[in-house]
């Protein structure tokens, strides 16, 4: 069982949802916190036998929606289109009430303001604004919120304000209870399942500096391939793809990624092509290291834990400049896709096919990270200047950041399983070192037909 601590406005909503609580769990307390003249109710859910803890709404998002400027600042900064300045005619609004990766309830109204031109609609039938609102409340950190969304009259969907204390129907309150009671099991739903790793890291080839399409050499399916996306040319795809067979190994992966490697030289066997990795090889051309969890339930936590003890570090080894062009369109936080079967695809990060060493240390601190997201729950990019720092690259900002990281780390059970994999990551971060981009992949490999010269720093 997980111990909850939740967050709400002292006001007459806050009163509702205590006392629901209340009558719904048995060790409830409460208190008034204030916190820049606003009074919040800071309502604690235990139990006795709980292992971990969440906190649902923290303060510090709270006042990242108190601060308009600064609510509209972090969502345009995570690629969110919102309404601050618009002057787009609307055709519609949607107030959209999410809790976690889930939309409890859609609330349709027409530019009119009529009775009948308000109506509670599901959310497939609006997928893309379901979609937004999700993505809003994340990146905002918060876990539920009323996310209120304008469609244009041009058909464009923008994020005009988010509630995290906000006025709920008592249908969807007690929909609520049922997402925390399940909250509250979290680690006993994810126990005795051991999570599984697979991914598809992408490379791009070059010949005397310039861009060769990965296209000529790789088809579009199999263990080896191109990708089919981010091209100017629809006859050539320029990113190759590797796709390995997963494992619940992190290093048994390593080593099917090795294998595609080995299939790749096959299929382009040419000494004067040169395989690059990491962030973007060549202008216009960002490429991405996605990791593919199954075994695991994809929820805020997860991400969150992804995107602080994973993203963080690999920000940290990144070229700055090449990572910061990548993500002006891609690389966002929390960056991911929905697949088949239950698993998710993690998109955040740059390539990290650079070396062996680098790919072994990251898949390995994927898998404890993934494995321990309950107890890995620190926020370290709460707040806009983190955001900001983020999505800049900025090393400096985070440096102090990363010892905490680590330590928190240092302390989970999967620590000691892949200690010396994931060292190389902490000293390159200690010693102020960064992967190099153009590295040849067949060289760092030690793939045939190269001498073997590894470069990680």
């Known amino acids: 069982m997980i111990d909850l601590q939740m967050f709400h406005k002292s006001n007459q909503d806050g009163d509702k949802l205590l006392n629901l609580i209340s009558k719904n769990f048995e060790q409830v307390n409460s208190e008034v916190t204030p916190i820049d003249n606003v009074s919040f109710l800071n309502i604690t859910i ?20 108190i601060n308009k400027e ?32 889930a939309v409890i309830s859609v609330k349709q109204r027409h530019k009119a303001r009529t009775a009948k031109n308000i109506s509670y609609i599901r959310p497939s039938q609006c997928e893309k604004a379901a979609e937004l609102s999700k993505k809003a409340v994340y990146h905002l950190g918060l876990d539920w919120a009323m996310v209120k969304i304008a469609l244009t009259v041009g058909k464009k969907y923008l994020v005009v304000d988010v509630e995290p204390s906000p006025h709920v129907k008592s249908i969807d309150l007690q929909k609520l209870m049922v997402k925390i009671s399940k909250l509250q099991q979290e680690d006993e739903l994810t126990a005795g399942r051991e999570v599984k790793l ?47 067979r997963p494992s619940v190994s992190p290093l048994k992966l390593t080593e099917n990624l090795k294998a595609t490697l080995h299939r790749a030289l096959k299929l382009a066997p040419s000494r004067k092509l040169k395989w690059i990795a990491g962030s973007s090889p060549f202008k216009g051309y960002p490429i991405g290291g996605h990791i593919h969890f199954s075994n695991i339930k994809l929820n805020f936590a997860v991400l969150r834990s992804l995107d602080n003890f994973l993203a963080i570090p690999i920000l940290m080894l990144e070229n700055s400049r090449t990572a910061a062009l990548r993500r002006k369109k891609y690389g966002a936080l929390a960056d991911y896709r929905v697949k088949k079967y239950g698993r998710f695809e993690y998109r955040t990060l740059s390539s990290w096919l650079v070396s062996p060493e680098i790919t072994r240390a990251v898949l390995c601190l994927a898998k404890i990270i993934v494995s321990h997201y309950l107890e890995l729950n620190q926020n370290y990019l709460n707040t806009l200047e983190a955001q900001k ?59 045939p037909g190269h001498s073997k010269n590894k470069s990680t720093s």
């Open 198 to 244: 697979g991914a598809d890291p992408e490379f791009m080839l070059s010949k005397s500096r310039r861009m060769i399409p990965a296209s000529i050499y790789f088809p579009r399916h199999g263990r080896v391939g191109c990708d089919n996306i981010r091209t100017r040319d629809r006859q050539q795809h320029p990113i190759g793809e590797l796709r390995p």
């Open 389 to 447: 720092a983020f999505y800049k690259g900025d090393k400096e900002y985070f440096k102090p950041v990363f010892n905490d990281l680590w330590s928190m780390l240092v302390q989970t059970n999967m620590y000691s399983l892949y200690k010396d994999e994931i060292q190389v990551i902490q000293d390159m971060i200690n010693n102020g070192a960064s992967w190099h981009e153009q590295d040849n992949l067949r060289r760092t490999w030690e793939l």
């Open 70 to 101: 600064t609510m509209f600042k972090i969502l345009s900064r995570n690629h969110i289109p919102c309404r601050k300045n618009s002057r787009e005619l609307i055709s519609r609004y949607y107030e959209i009430l999410v809790f976690d990766l």
């Open 46 to 65: 235990k139990n006795n036998d709980s292992k971990f803890s969440r906190v649902i709404n923290p303060l510090q998002s709270q006042l990242n929606c």
